[in-house]
């Protein structure tokens, strides 16, 4: 089977989030950053089940996401925050650390204004809870 061909089309397309739930998470490697475009929106219907699918790949994911903690889409870091980075073991968050702090603590305008910033504090008081 081509992976790609699993790739969502659309929003919506929660079936094809389902055929790769049932694979192997070897195989979805390859498409994380396909999948991550998925979950730009944090009212998507596949931002929620794309998260579930990759929060496995743990450390895997860690150069994706601070790709798009670096992009100038506030909204997606908004949607990755809350859909899946506070969802990432402690151990994974460790890794980010230095990304969710300037997030938490230097925000542009527009982070605060998609509540970036408020999500990222969040974030780092789980990971420095005990």
Partial sequence: MEIKRLIPKDKMDIESVNK?????????????????????????????EIGKLLLPLGRELVPHLRKIFASDDDCWKYSILVKLVINLPKSVLSEMEADLKRL??????????ELVDEEAADILSLLYQT
Wanted: charged share 30%; no cysteine.
């Fill in 20 to 48: 790769l739930k049932a694979l192997d998470t070897n195989l979805i490697k390859p498409i994380i950053p396909d999948l991550l475009e998925w979950t730009a929106d944090a009212n998507w219907p596949t931002t929620k």
């Fill in 104 to 113: 938490a603590f230097n925000p542009t305008e527009r982070e605060k204004q």
